[in-house]
């Protein structure tokens, strides 16, 4: 799921809204099932505004968006009132990329390759806020909140020493957590009185100062976009 679908849910939502009938709607009250499990999966790309990024994009092939990748997930939703709840997070993500540098071979004349990994695990906490009631059989959402970001970054492969000029192969790792904060615009549409699928897209905002292996490369951003669908079960 790309961001060009997120203009077609926003576009979307006031026709169906026009299209639902009467008897479209599901009629019992918020407080009847008042949680949700919700299974999630979609796609997310890292925003990459930050010095590690930057020096990636200087000294090697490729760029952040070739780090776009698969992101599950599992949402608990409790509603507070007919359009209030709170929701918590768990989310996994990992990107990956072959990269070369840009400017050297070695003495083959062959690219000098590693592989670059970067897993990002997430628990976030905050509100949701439903535009219509909830038991609306078409309903769009916004909402909000903060959370962790802990994450591994790892490289592996062929890389140069700078002081000989040699080729060596090589493991740089780092790991650490961050705190964040996100934003989120959704649309849910009901199949039942516990059953409905949803489209969602999130915006993470979260960064932090690399250690281990890369404490000299400053910091990582490890926001982005987050465009995801799937089932609610209400209960």
Request: proline share 3%.
């Amino acid at each position: 799921m790309s961001h060009r679908c997120l203009p077609v849910l926003l576009v979307s939502v006031p026709l169906l809204l026009a299209l639902t009938p009467a008897h479209g709607q599901t009629t019992e009250p918020y407080n009847d099932r008042p949680s949700a499990v919700r299974v999630r999966f979609g796609e997310f790309e890292p925003e990459g505004d930050s010095i590690y990024w930057d020096q990636r994009e200087i000294d090697f092939t490729g760029s952040v968006d070739d780090f776009a990748d698969s992101i599950y997930a599992v949402d608990f939703v409790h509603m507070l009132t007919e359009r209030w709840g709170v929701m918590a997070s768990v989310s996994y993500y990992e990107g990956q990329d072959r990269q070369a540098f840009r400017d050297f071979v070695d003495d083959r004349g062959a690219d000098i390759l590693h592989d670059t990994s970067l897993e990002v695990a997430t628990l976030n906490v905050g509100m949701v806020f439903h535009l219509l009631r909830r038991d609306a059989a078409v309903s769009p959402y916004i909402g909000g909140g903060f959370g962790f970001y802990g994450y591994d970054l790892e490289e592996s492969g062929d890389f140069i020493d700078f002081d000989t000029f040699e080729v060596f192969p090589g493991t740089f790792t780092a790991d650490g957590d961050a705190f964040g904060a996100y934003l989120l615009v959704g649309l849910e549409v009901a199949l039942s009185a516990q059953v409905s699928i949803f489209g969602e897209a999130r915006w993470h905002d979260a960064d932090d100062e690399l250690e281990g292996d890369f404490r000299e490369f400053g910091t990582i951003d490890l926001g982005g976009q987050e465009y995801s669908a799937g089932l609610s079960f209400r209960f």
